[in-house]
């Protein structure tokens, strides 16, 4: 079952902060993020683990709560390179049913 | 390292026509995935591998056969081709752990059925 995201689109000026959500109803064990551009694949962000432990760019921040089975990406001081459509993936326990991602919220940075 | 290989970058098919479409990976992964996106529906989790010989079916398997003989190779085979499977289809592939890594996609598989 796909993980919810929210909102399915934003709109920023450069140096904006954003925030997208995602939410899942089953147990998870991680949460992925990643990031696609127009025409290309999408390409690994960060990852964020039961228990805390994180994996990924320095320079993303996320959070993971278990207990509500919820994630938030925060995009600070948004810059124009980040325009693009943002996908969260949950993995449930002991990875039954694979990674599953949502619908993606897409970010638009105008200047 | 090539990283994750897909071919063909494009493809039309005729409705009832079979194909396949190939992924390959030289990062020794033993996790690999397919999924398929349409305008409005994100990344689809059709199939996926944690290694040969073993794969199992994701969210929308219905049309779709995967075999895995190799850890390299993992194609995916459309059996009767739909218009419903006209849409971009992405592969990917991880190395193994106790979680699903950081997912390496190739650059997809344009398929038009018509």
């Known amino acids: 079952q796909q993980p919810v995201q929210s909102p399915q689109a934003v709109i920023l000026r450069e140096g904006e902060d954003a925030v997208i959500n995602c939410s899942s109803s089953?147990?998870?064990?991680?949460v992925h993020w990643y990031r696609q551009k127009h025409g290309e694949a999408p390409v690994f962000l960060m990852i964020?683990?039961?228990?805390?432990e994180q994996k990924g760019h320095e320079k993303i921040s996320a959070s993971f709560n278990e207990k509500k089975q919820q994630s938030s990406l925060y995009l600070t001081a948004s810059q124009l390179s980040y325009s693009g459509t943002y996908f969260c993936?949950?993995?449930?326990?002991?990875?039954?049913?694979?990674?599953?991602f949502g619908k993606g919220t897409h970010l638009i940075i105008q200047p | 390292n090539a990283g994750v290989t897909q071919t063909p970058k494009f493809q039309v098919l005729k409705t009832g026509q079979s194909m396949t479409l190939q992924c390959a990976q030289d990062?020794?992964?033993?996790?690999m995935s397919w999924y398929r996106q349409d305008p409005g529906m994100g990344l689809r989790l059709i199939h996926y591998?944690?290694?040969?010989?073993?794969?199992d079916q994701g969210e929308v398997p219905n049309g779709y056969n995967v075999s895995r003989s190799t850890t390299e190779d993992f194609p995916l085979r459309l059996l009767s081709a739909a218009p419903s499977q006209t849409s971009v289809y992405f592969c990917?592939?991880?190395?193994?752990?106790?979680?699903?890594?950081?997912?390496?996609f190739g650059p997809g598989t344009r398929l038009t059925v018509l």
């Open positions: 990917a592939s991880s190395s193994d752990g106790d979680s699903y890594n950081e997912q390496f």
């Open positions: 089953k147990a998870l064990y991680s």
């Open positions: 964020l683990l039961k228990g805390g």
């Open positions: 993936g949950t993995e449930g326990r002991g990875g039954a049913d694979g990674l599953t």
């Open positions: 990062m020794n992964h033993e996790y």
């Open positions: 591998s944690v290694g040969a010989g073993i794969t």
